[in-house]
Each structure stands twice: as structure tokens, then as C-alpha cells.
């Protein structure tokens, strides 16, 4: 399972130079994939600097 400070930016370095296809099975911060897996036990009151899984907004612009 991913753990915290698993993000896009730390990963497609590494399967890029293991030649290791992916694909991120969420997109869009429409089911609130783009909190913490704690978030079945905390709640988030604000939206978290770096997210989780999604990449996109619900509108389609990136969070970032």
C-alpha cells in the first residue's frame, strides 16, 4: 500500500528508469481520492497541500 510522500513527482522518476509502465486508476478529485488514505479516520477540513492520487480538479484544471 502507499504510504505518505508517495506522489507523482517521487515515483515517475523510478519507473521511468526501470522502464515500468503505470497508470493512476484516479484522475479527478471527484470521490475524494485526492486525500490521504487517513482520511477514513480524520477529517479534512481544508484541501491538503500535495494529494494523494488525484491530479485534476473536477473543473479539469490541475491542482498543482
Same mark, same amino acid.
Given at each position: 500500500?502507499?504510504?505518505?510522500?508517495?506522489?507523482?513527482?517521487? *515515483?515517475?522518476?523510478?519507473? @521511468?528508469?526501470? @522502464?515500468?509502465?503505470?497508470?493512476?486508476?484516479?484522475?479527478?478529485?471527484?470521490?475524494?481520492? !485526492?486525500?490521504?488514505?487517513?482520511?477514513?479516520?480524520?477529517?479534512?477540513?481544508?484541501?491538503?497541500?500535495?494529494?494523494? !492520487?488525484? *491530479?485534476?480538479?473536477?473543473?479539469?484544471?490541475?491542482?498543482?
Amino acid at each position: 500500500m502507499r504510504g505518505p510522500g508517495s506522489t507523482f513527482a517521487s *515515483i515517475l522518476p523510478l519507473l @521511468k528508469a526501470e @522502464k515500468v509502465g503505470a497508470y493512476n486508476w484516479a484522475s479527478s478529485a471527484e470521490v475524494a481520492n !485526492h486525500l490521504s488514505l487517513d482520511s477514513w479516520e480524520k477529517t479534512y477540513t481544508a484541501e491538503p497541500p500535495v494529494w494523494f !492520487h488525484d *491530479i485534476f480538479r473536477q473543473n479539469g484544471d490541475p491542482y498543482r
